[in-house]
Nanobody, 118 residues
Framework: QVQLVESGGGLVQAGGSLRLSCAASTSIAGFDAMGWYRQAPGKQRELVASITRGGTSNYEDSVKGRFTISRDNANNTIYLQMNSLNPEDTAVYYC????????????WGQGTQVTVSS
């Protein structure tokens, strides 16, 4: 059973930085893509950043230039470096990955809280 375990969330002041980590229980090279979603209270879950097996990354417009997604295949971990944080970034951040082959299988982490104070 594939598990994704996030870490690195916390409380930070506006303008600060955090780095989220997502450790997979299996080789991340087997995922077609992995990414980070976030969900703020009363809002829908949204994709923040994603990275494909080939290393192509994409970002939600509001985080471009501030967030960077990366992957470490050797350690089966992906990261989200978040700089210049603002209160609007406050949310629960979820790691996600999917694999295709015999259909599509999506995997989610349990989420980690990020709170940015003004």
């Amino acid at each position: 059973q594939v598990q994704l375990v996030e870490s690195g969330g916390g409380l930070v002041q506006a303008g600060g930085s955090l780095r989220l980590s997502c450790a997979a229980s299996t080789s991340i090279a087997g995922f077609d893509a992995m990414g980070w979603y976030r969900q703020a209270p009363g809002k829908q879950r949204e994709l923040v950043a994603s990275i494909t097996r080939g290393g192509t990354s994409n970002y939600e417009d509001s985080v471009k230039g501030r967030f960077t997604i990366s992957r470490d295949n050797a350690n089966n971990t992906i990261y989200l470096q978040m700089n210049s944080l603002n209160p609007e970034d406050t949310a629960v951040y979820y790691c996600h990955g999917y694999r295709t082959g015999w259909g599509r299988n999506d995997y989610w982490g349990q989420g980690t809280q990020v709170t940015v104070s003004s």
